[in-house]
């Protein structure tokens, strides 16, 4: 049992000589490999502090933009839009675009051309949104806007499709699903397909029993 100790306590104390002598072979090494260490340290919080900041200022920003937007959209189009709001707004779209700020900016944008009746555009860049702000509310907001835009360009296959998708994205639990499986009946009825758009109808009504969609849906039935 003695001998067994002596043993342990001779490797312990090679060990501890050979790392003695590895830091004192080493030790200019260790000493420039720790100020880099340290270094890259500070750059880290440098940059995590800088972009904490910025995005602090862009979360500010649109804020502040989209203050005036409603102040526009509220004046009923008496004024043309503010350059400096669509300036703003397009400066934020080039920030990290799926962050709320360029999301937000993308929307916005989308709107603006929508009320000047720029309907290219606005699907344009709410399929850019869909597209960015996948596993956002954006997504499913822009989507349904989406199929909005494209009855208004008369391609109503191609708002169907925007409709449905909202739905099946989301797996019906986007707060724009009951809303847009009733445009989706509503499209269908407008082809004169009514089968399909009273199966799309009793399916809102079952799905979303509380939504007033669901009471639109419940009397619309009733007619066809």
């Keep these: 049992m003695a001998e067994k100790v002596r043993k342990e306590v001779s490797f312990q104390n090679r060990v501890e000589e050979s790392l003695a002598l590895f830091f004192q072979k080493n030790k200019h090494v260790l000493i420039i490999s720790g100020a880099v260490i340290v270094l890259a340290l500070a750059i880290l919080i440098i940059t995590l502090a800088v972009s904490s900041s910025q995005t602090e200022k862009n979360q500010q920003l649109i804020d502040e933009l989209s203050l005036q937007y409603d102040e526009w959209a509220s004046s009923e189009g008496e004024t043309g839009v503010p350059q400096d709001l669509i300036e703003g707004l397009e400066a934020l779209t080039s920030t990290k675009k799926s962050a709320y700020p360029a999301l937000k900016a993308e929307y916005l944008l989308a ?19 869909a597209e960015n702000g996948k596993n956002t509310y954006f997504a499913s907001l822009a989507l349904f806007n989406l199929g909005v835009v494209k009855e208004e360009m008369g391609d109503n296959e191609a708002a169907l499709k ?59 039935l009733v007619l066809l």
């Design 111 to 129: 709107l603006i051309s929508a009320e000047e009746k720029q309907w290219g555009d606005a699907a344009s860049r709410l399929e850019t949104l």
């Design 162 to 220: 925007s409709y449905r998708q909202v739905f099946e994205d989301s797996e019906g639990r986007a707060s724009e699903s009951a809303r847009a499986l009733l445009s989706v009946a509503r499209l269908h009825e407008n082809a004169g397909d009514t089968d399909l758009a009273k199966a799309v109808l009793q399916q809102l009504a079952d799905e979303y029993p509380e939504s007033e969609y669901a009471k639109l849906a419940l009397s619309h």
